[in-house]
């Protein structure tokens, strides 16, 4: 069995990696420079090849505004419009700002990361996105100290969203983070994956995501972004409160109601490929951890 191991990687290893990358996805070593990219932090997976496809990763995703479906979002979004979009920062800020989505890409440069993602229904992938920290976007406001959390709000457009005509979940789709959470490194507001521009289904043009949360706390094409003094409720807490906490931290210690969360699958590993076992905070617990030091990680689900 492969064993899956998130580990530290050294500059030598990333240059080999990219090299197997530039080659699996077409393009000439020399047609790009390396160094265009920062590579951010660690890496999840030593091996390239551990990467999950790029036909994978994007024709097999959560994204109800487009359908329940796994297949949904990937056939119901071609024709989403994304420009022109605007984003803004609102709440407990001296002066709320609104940014268009193109302004916050050229004005925030982005930087490989490859980060795992685990969705809470029991499957991962290993995903080049990116990206850069949530909280340099964050710093372009003067944040109050009565700010303690953030929550995002995804789109709301049944027009062109199907999903929303629908009451699955309460909409827009909300998320929300602890202010610490929110400005931890690793915290990452996605602009592309591959190294192109992020397709519809990931949540284009720009969308959160948090390696040691499952993957539904990412929210995807969001629209506002709102410090608050209070504890958010998020769309999945309103609809199943005993399934869906604020936290949602990878935890294999902690079981979802109706399901395990020891193992998971990995995409493009084929069905009959064993599962691996879930490691506490996806794997990133080095980083993490000490965000929730003294927390009943059991309680604060
Ligand atoms: N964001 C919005 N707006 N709507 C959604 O339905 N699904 C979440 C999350 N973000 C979702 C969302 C879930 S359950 C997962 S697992 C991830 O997006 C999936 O991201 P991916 O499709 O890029 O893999």
């Avoid at 964050?138 to 303690?148: Q, T």
Wanted: a positive charge; charged letters at 25%; proline letters at 7%.
């Amino acid at each position: 069995m492969k064993k899956y191991k998130y580990s530290e990687i050294t500059p030598e290893q990333i240059y080999n990696k990219r090299r197997k990358f530039i080659k699996s996805i077409g393009l000439g070593v020399g047609s790009i420079s390396l160094s265009t990219f920062p590579f951010f932090g660690k890496a999840y997976s030593q091996n390239k090849t551990d990467l999950t496809t790029y036909q994978d990763i994007t024709t097999y995703n959560n994204y109800y505004e487009f359908g329940t479906g796994k297949r949904d979002p990937f056939k119901n979004s071609k024709e989403f419009k994304t420009k022109p979009w605007n984003v803004t920062i609102e709440g407990e800020v001296d002066s709320p700002i609104t940014l268009s989505a193109e302004e916050i890409i050229s004005l925030l440069p982005s930087e490989e990361r490859i980060y795992k993602l685990r969705c809470v229904e029991g499957w991962s992938m290993v995903i080049p996105w990116m990206g850069f920290s949530l909280s340099k976007l964050l710093n372009k406001v003067s944040i109050r100290n009565s700010a303690k959390f953030v929550e995002f709000e995804s789109v709301y457009d049944p027009e062109q969203m199907k999903g929303q005509r629908y009451p699955v979940l309460n909409w827009p789709y909300r998320e929300g983070l602890r202010i610490d959470e929110a400005m931890h490194p690793l915290a990452t507001v996605v602009t592309g994956l591959y190294r192109k521009p992020l397709p519809n289904q990931n949540g284009a043009p720009l969308r959160i995501f948090l390696p040691w949360k499952y993957g539904f706390k990412s929210a995807k094409a969001i629209v506002k972004i709102k410090l608050v003094k209070k504890m958010p409720t998020s769309s999945w807490m309103r609809s199943s409160p005993n399934e869906y906490g604020f936290y949602s931290n990878v935890n294999p210690n902690v079981s979802h109601p109706r399901w395990s969360q020891a193992t998971e699958r990995i995409i493009g590993e084929g069905i009959l490929s064993p599962r691996i076992e879930t490691e506490m905070f996806n794997g990133y617990g080095d980083e993490v951890a000490n965000l929730y030091s003294g927390m009943d990680l059991k309680k604060n689900f």
